[in-house]
């Protein structure tokens, strides 16, 4: 099992990076290594490590799930109004129905065998769409909209609705459909009646047990300080997650992926600083989790089944995709902000599949359904065709048909940021004063905070001939230190000597403070602060010019 551990990891995370030198996804090199160690051809994998694969795939895609989650920008989602719940629902539904046709025409399914493959082949991947929407938001694209938020939101919504008309159908087929429940008065709910009630009590209870949970992760993280590094903030944070799909799994009368999701993005209301931390360790996770997902998924395609299934295979894939999703998508966006290219842009952004195919696409198999080594075949061929498809298209068309907007770097984790174990406690002191030159200190104290995940002490020496300027600098510093831990402090006297006192008093790394550059005359008195700063202070001082430019002193 070790030696299985040791081929997936190595080969795995490798070949991803040879796969990503040649311009390919990091995602084909592990798919390719899946299928080589897998029991189709090298059988290098452990049967124990395969036996665990479902659990393996859960865990990844619970991290991936947590990832979007922290990755939603609430604001985004509310002026998108009804599109990314649309988005939720349709693109999925007609998929799944122009399949189920495609499928009693070439494959003579029956209807109910052609939706259960439509419900299995419209699912849209996590593993591939969550990590190309967040990267699309860190560099801007599409975030004037809120595009990408309302993909990953939509993603999310259509899962649910899949899994629960999958679970219906494969119950029917198997000829163990319940007979529903007799409501008072004699009337008889089917269990298709019964569907839309399942729907709505999955995403209410899913969203309320996400709610739940990220009050328990701000209170133990946060308040009573549990936990002393990043690292171990994420540990138990990504524990609680996966108690929610073990819970979900016991108990299937809420979406556990869903509640996942959801406690990511309320993490985000609660307190910003925390989730920003979380942020960094589950990009730490995803590292290793996305190795596992994308090998055990390549091991778990048939190669035998695809070669008598390749033309119908890919044909069906190409009605549901270019003629049933592409009606979901118009339906979707219709009446919103949204342009001709944004809207092309949901055929490269919004249509990979690999995870749920990966996770279910055997069930029907394994229960005797007519045509089960045929579905099995379809959902591995989408995997292998779409997956490695998704992840290069994304960045490639964003550019191309998705208007470039400006970050919020509290809302997307930094490329800096730091999951370092080291727990030593780092304090920034920004000394500000009410110059336009404040912005440019606590936009830098900012950064600064986000690379070492630090807390930010906002020092204002209150001044006789302006006595509420520190308004204007509350409100300034909750703008720009939205995701930092900060605290505003205020105090009176000499200037200098104050801001001496409280780097002492606060026992800081570091006092940024601002310098302007060339004054009138009577200015100098005032600019003479940094001056007399720098000569007294014992900690080093980053003193930041008007120019936007910095410099580390001692």
């Known amino acids: 099992m ?3 551990i040791i081929w997936i990891l190595l080969m795995g995370f490798f070949v991803g990076q040879i796969a990503r030198r040649l311009k390919a996804p990091a995602l084909v090199g592990m798919v390719l290594v899946g299928i080589l160690l897998g029991p189709q051809v090298a059988d290098l994998i452990s049967p124990e490590v395969l036996g665990a694969a479902n659990s393996l795939r859960t865990i990844a895609v619970m991290v991936i799930l947590m990832k979007a989650g922290l990755g939603l920008d609430r604001e985004k989602l509310a002026q998108q109004k009804t599109v990314a719940l649309r988005l939720g629902f349709l693109p999925a539904t007609c998929e799944a129905i122009a399949i189920a046709i495609a499928a009693i025409w070439l494959l003579k399914f029956d209807f109910a065998t052609g939706l259960l493959l439509g419900c299995i082949i419209s699912a849209e991947s996590p593993a591939v769409i969550v990590p190309g929407m967040l990267r699309l938001k860190s560099l801007g694209w599409g975030v004037k909209k809120g595009i990408p938020d309302a993909i990953l939101t939509g993603s999310a919504l259509s899962d649910v609705l899949l899994l629960l008309v999958f679970s219906l159908l494969l119950a029917f087929l198997s000829q163990s459909a319940a007979t529903g429940i007799i409501l008072p008065g004699g009337i008889t709910l089917s269990p298709l009646q019964l569907l839309p009630f399942q729907i709505i009590l999955q995403i209410v209870f899913g969203v309320l047990l996400g709610w739940l949970t990220a009050q328990i992760l701000v209170s ?9 590094n990043a690292v171990q903030d994420s540990l138990v944070a990504a524990v609680f997650a996966l108690l929610l799909v073990v ?9 556990g992926y869903l509640a996942v999701m959801a406690t990511g993005f309320f993490l985000i209301e ?11 360790g589950f990009d730490s996770l995803w590292v290793i989790a996305e190795i596992i997902l994308f090998v055990l998924l390549g091991a778990s395609i048939q190669l035998h089944i695809l070669g008598d299934t390749l033309v119908v295979g890919l044909l069906i894939l190409a009605i549901g995709t270019l003629i049933g999703r592409s009606i979901g998508w118009y339906l979707s966006t219709l009446g919103s902000n949204w342009t001709t290219k944004e809207r092309l842009f949901l055929l490269p952004g919004n249509s990979a599949k690999a995870t749920v195919q990966a996770a279910i696409g055997a069930i029907p198999l394994a229960q005797g359904i007519a ?12 995997i292998l065709v779409t997956a490695p498809l998704g992840a290069w298209a994304i960045p490639t068309f964003a550019p191309k048909l998705l208007e470039r907007g400006e970050v919020d770097p509290t809302k997307v984790a930094s490329l800096l940021q730091s999951s370092s174990a080291n727990a030593r406690r780092i304090v920034l002191l920004a000394a500000v004063d ?21 807390e930010v002490i906002v020092f204002h020496v209150i001044r006789v001939e302006d006595p509420q300027g520190f308004e204007h600098l509350q409100t300034l510093a909750k703008q720009l230190l939205a995701d930092i831990r900060y605290r505003f402090i205020t105090t009176s006297g000499s200037v200098p000597e104050e801001i001496i006192n409280a780097a002492q008093l606060y026992n800081v790394t570091e006092i940024i403070i601002g310098k302007r550059g060339h004054r009138p005359l009577e200015e100098v008195l005032v600019g003479s602060v940094s001056q007399s700063v720098l ?5 080093p001082v980053l003193m930041v010019e008007h120019e936007q430019t910095a410099l580390n002193l001692t």
């Open 434 to 454: 009410t110059s336009p030159l404040a912005t440019q200190v606590l936009t830098k104290a900012a950064e600064l905070a986000r690379r070492s995940d630090a």
């Open 535 to 539: 000569e007294m202070s014992q900690f």
């Open 220 to 228: 133990l993280l946060a308040k009573q300080d549990w936990t002393q």
């Open 2 to 4: 070790l030696e299985s």
């Open 371 to 382: 045509g089960g080594e045929t579905i099995l075949a379809i959902a591995a061929l989408s």
């Open 270 to 280: 609660f307190d910003a600083p925390l989730a920003r931390r979380l942020r960094g």
């Open 247 to 255: 819970l979900a799994e016991k108990m299937p009368i809420f979406s």
